[in-house]
Structures are given as structure tokens and as C-alpha cells.
């Protein structure tokens, strides 16, 4: 049973379009992460967060913004979406040495 | 400058036999590591992690070895069955860094019937 929840699985919009992809999680975990992966590519850092109202850019650079007004929530926000952002999204949560539990992703596709 | 790598990109293994994953690491800081498993379209998994202090973890048909004058560890997956058929990602951390995961570029792992 999956404690961290990624919205939309899928989602297929124009360019120029503002998305919103949502991230929750219910294990009270103060780090979020934000990851970018291509397909048979590796997985990079494009945003994280170690507890409410601190984020942090990550190792790749994205046009993408997030925000963290909350432990459980940690969604990311394309202003103006571009086929260059045609990719799958990953969040993760952590608490201290174990490792991290992943959401299911989001596939997102740019036409 | 990648900290953690895993150099071989596809593995192919007949089922019933041994699956042989490969890591290495630049960074002597670490002191934990980590296997995902991810299927297409999922997100990684969780599935089986060492502490710098041991050499070895098992966890049923999966073992992790550690070789730390080396910088490189191993997953053993035996016997190896179609549904282990995924990518798996290698990463490794430290408490210096707040434990953030430093990942591989991953394995994709094809087990034949």
C-alpha cells in the first residue's frame, strides 16, 4: 500500500500550458524530492526539501518550481510547459538513514 | 563527476540462474547503500540495503555484497526469475550530506524463461 501519492499517472497537455503535478505523502517524512527520468536514463535531482517553507534546486537544472507549505505536500509547477519537458517525474520521501519510498511517478508528455 | 556507477547499462540471464549487478563508487564518504528495483511506468522500489560496517546482507533470494578497499558492491539475485526482470538503480549515501541518495544510472536486468 503505497504512503506517498503522485497525481496525475499520466497526463498529455499542449506547450505553453501551466501544470501542476501533486506529491503526498502520509508517513510524516520531513524530506521531499523532486526527480526527472528519461526512459533507460538515469534518475536526476531536479528538487528538494528538508521540511516547511525550505526547498532547494537540485543537481539538473529545471524550469519547473516547487513549493512546501506543508509536511505532506510538496507539488511542482511548469509555468509554460515545452516538449523539452516530455519525461517521467518521480517524488520521494526519506526520514533519516533508510532510504527512500518513491510515488508511482507521473509520465508527463508535451505536444 | 559521477559518485556512483553502474557500467554495465543491460544484463541478460536465463531463469534459475545468477544475476550479477555491479556498483562502484568514487566517494570513500558513504556509508550506506542501497538497491532499487524499477518496473516501466512505476516508481523505484525498495529492495535491500548495507551498512558500511557489514560486508554482506541477504535478504532472500537477494544479497548485497560490499567491498569497501574496493568501492564496489554487488546485488545477487538467485535464482533469477522472469519477474525480476527490471532496472535496477544503485545508491549510496552519507550522514554528512543529510543522507541524501546519490543514485547510479541503473541495470536493466532481463531474465529469459
Known amino acids: 500500500e503505497a504512503d506517498i501519492y503522485q497525481t496525475p499517472r499520466y497526463l498529455v497537455i499542449g506547450t505553453g500550458k501551466k501544470i501542476t503535478l501533486e506529491c503526498s505523502q502520509t508517513m510524516g517524512h520531513d524530506k521531499m524530492y523532486w526527480y526527472q527520468q528519461d526512459p533507460g536514463m538515469e534518475l536526476h535531482l531536479i528538487h528538494y526539501?528538508?521540511?516547511?517553507?525550505?526547498?532547494e534546486k537540485g543537481d539538473l537544472s529545471s524550469e519547473s518550481t516547487v513549493s512546501r507549505i506543508r509536511t505532506e505536500h510538496f507539488p511542482l509547477t511548469l509555468e509554460s510547459a515545452r516538449p523539452s519537458h516530455t519525461s517521467q517525474y518521480l517524488c520521494a520521501s526519506s526520514e533519516s538513514t533508510f532510504g527512500y519510498t518513491f510515488g508511482s511517478g507521473t509520465r508527463l508528455t508535451v505536444v | 563527476d559521477q559518485q556512483v556507477k553502474q557500467n554495465s547499462p543491460s544484463l541478460s540471464v536465463q531463469e534459475g540462474r545468477i544475476s550479477i549487478l555491479n556498483c562502484d563508487y568514487t566517494n570513500s564518504m558513504f556509508d550506506y547503500f542501497l538497491w532499487y528495483k524499477k518496473y516501466p511506468a512505476e516508481g523505484p522500489t525498495f529492495l535491500i540495503s548495507?551498512?558500511?560496517?557489514?560486508d554482506k546482507n541477504e535478504d532472500g533470494r537477494f544479497t548485497v555484497f560490499l567491498n569497501k578497499s574496493a568501492k564496489h558492491l554487488s546485488l545477487h539475485i538467485v535464482p533469477s526469475q522472469p519477474g525480476d526482470s527490471a532496472v535496477y538503480f544503485c545508491a549510496a549515501s552519507h550522514n554528512n550530506a543529510g543522507n541524501m541518495l546519490t543514485f547510479g544510472g541503473g541495470t536493466r536486468l532481463m531474465v529469459k524463461p
Open positions: 548495507i551498512s558500511s560496517i557489514k
Open positions: 526539501s528538508y521540511g516547511v517553507n525550505s526547498t
